[in-house]
């Protein structure tokens, strides 16, 4: 397989986020209630995960009657997101491609959407995971988000390219 000769993520090259502190059990509470709110909105019921900068689970929910292989992906997906640097769903062409060894991708590598990085002030506070859905779990991060406080900015790019620009807004 033929390897391009920039294969690097850009979120790893730039080492431009770093790791911090800041996220709270309360703002994790905050973020799940929105997130569960959003998850009823949307019909699916979710699990819900979020992480500390360390990879450490801060806070978890899984609503009644989500699917229970959610409970580990959205697990994973914070994990990822965080020890990634970036959104799960951007490892999914990495892999697929062959830009990364696939030994890379462990058993708790999650290379789908629905796993984000908390970010405030260019740090990465945490990891946020949700699983349940497709689209729908890239929703209920945008809720989870927006009720801690966070950048949305990773969220609105993959609404747009999974669902683009008219029906994202």
Known sequence: MNKPANS???????GGLSYGSGLTLDIAKRMLEAGEKEAEKQGVPMSMAISDAGGNLVAFRRMDNAALFSIQIAMDKAFTTLFGKMPTGNF???????????LFFHERWITFPGGFPITKNEMILGGIGVSGG????????????????????????????????AQSK
């Not at 999914?92 to 696939?102: K, M, N, S």
């Not at 929703?139 to 620009?165: H, N, P, Q, R, S």
């Open 8 to 14: 690097t993520p850009a979120a790893w090259k730039s």
């Open 92 to 102: 999914a062409d990495l892999y697929r491609t062959g830009e990364l060894v696939p």
């Open 134 to 165: 497709t689209i729908e779990d890239v929703y209920v991060v945008k809720a989870a988000l927006k009720a801690g406080g966070f950048i949305l900015d990773e969220v609105d790019t993959v609404i747009k390219a999974m669902i683009g620009d």
